[in-house]
């Protein structure tokens, strides 16, 4: 599906999180063409990409290409970036299923690479690790053009006000390591 944000009557934002809370429809791959400039807000509601219009027939085809390369991909892949071996270990056997890949990471550079180097539906990051800050790492990859797709932080750091706000223009959910954690 290639829905405009400016629609009348109902705008894409809301045809696209229509379409992502139902279980029924949220399989549905959904790419963004807008006058509006890309932003994380697309890939944070859903959408595996935003197109600026006018498009040309390259673009289209480009964007044409990418979601049926979604859509004939069944199997979704998880990059588990965590230090501790054991949150690590436990953090992949709760993802982990028939139809989810999970590759994991223990340092910084490790996740770097991986994400450089492969496409994945969705990282779930410790901030704290022994090489980098995670947000360092986001920053980085950000910085080298490396499209993120949404973000998943998994800390047990107490995070600021401006930390938190930073971390929220490249992560979709910002988890706090407590008991519940893995809920």
């Known amino acids: 599906m290639i829905p405009d944000i400016g629609l009348s009557g109902m705008d894409g934002w809301t045809v696209l999180g229509m379409l992502k ?55 979704k892949r998880v990059l588990v970036v965590e230090d501790d071996p054991e949150i690590r270990h436990a953090t992949v056997a709760l993802v982990a299923s028939a139809d989810t890949t999970v590759d994991e990471a223990a340092t910084g550079a490790e996740a770097m690479t991986a994400l450089r180097a492969e496409n994945y539906d969705c990282p779930v990051l410790d901030l704290r690790l022994p090489d980098m800050d995670g947000n360092e790492l986001l920053t980085e990859l950000e910085r080298e053009g490396v499209e993120l797709p949404p973000v998943i932080v998994h800390t047990a750091r107490d995070l600021s006000r401006d930390e938190e706000n930073r971390l929220r223009e490249h992560a979709q959910s910002v988890l706090i390591k407590d008991v519940r954690s893995q809920e």
């Open 21 to 75: 809370e139902d279980v029924r429809t949220r399989h549905i791959p959904v790419h963004v063409v807008s006058v509006e400039e890309p932003t994380t807000e697309s890939r944070s509601r859903g959408a595996i990409g935003h197109a600026v219009k006018p498009l040309n027939a390259e673009e289209l085809e480009q964007t044409f290409r990418r979601l049926e390369q979604v859509a004939a991909e069944h199997s």
